[in-house]
């Protein structure tokens, strides 16, 4: 009888500290913050807001070791399909994915680039992670003055939330939020705010 109930309390204490370390185990993974968005508010930014500064920061793509701004790649003439991501991130290369699915079906379109804006990753991390995936464009960790100018720009949740996506075009900065952006609702935002 003894026994028996020493089995039961064993068992159980193994199972509440299970339960325990799979809690913890959970909590320690970063969380992702994302949604399917369906119908986006696109808000323009004009060029004579002090605030996009941070389109002419320089930064290093991850594969090539090319220097770009994203003011010399809008000055090509093509949009600039520009998305925040990070390498753990799943939604982040959902919407990669979306984007170079685009891209491949026109490839003057546009040009994507990715700004991996965990501040806990690398160039490295990033080479590894576009390469693995084989996305096409430029592609770098954020500077802390491009996220700075950014976070300025279009508030504190710009940095919080992934993945973002801005479309430079026209002369202006079109903001379309949080969240992922199947290619057709890409497409319609890139129509209406680059025609």
Not at 35 to 57: F, H, Q
Not at 104 to 122: L, Q
Not at 127 to 149: D, I, M, Q, W
Not at 163 to 176: A, Y
Request: proline share 5%.
């Amino acid at each position: 009888m003894v026994i028996i109930r020493y089995q039961r309390v064993l068992i159980t204490g193994l199972c509440l500290f299970a339960i325990l370390i799979s809690g913890i185990a959970t909590s320690e993974q970063p969380k992702e913050i994302s949604r399917e968005v369906t119908n986006p508010d696109v808000t323009a930014v004009t060029p004579s807001d002090s605030s996009l500064g941070w389109t002419k920061i320089s930064m290093t793509d991850a594969v090539t070791g090319e220097q770009f701004t994203i003011d010399e790649l809008a000055k090509q003439g093509k949009p600039v399909l520009l998305h925040t991501f990070a390498v753990w991130c799943p939604a982040c290369s959902l919407q990669l994915h979306e984007s170079e699915g685009m891209l491949a079906a026109s490839p003057d379109a546009f040009t994507i680039v990715g700004i991996d804006i965990d501040p806990n990753e690398n160039q490295d991390m990033v080479k590894r992670h576009v390469t693995k995936e084989k996305y096409a464009g430029y592609f770098a960790t954020s500077p802390k003055e491009l996220t700075r100018g950014l976070v300025g720009t279009f508030g504190t949740g710009f940095a919080l939330e992934l993945p973002q996506t801005v479309i430079v075009c026209n002369r202006t900065v079109n903001h379309m939020g949080s969240g992922l952006f199947r290619a057709q609702i890409l497409k319609s935002a890139l129509s209406q705010v680059c025609s």
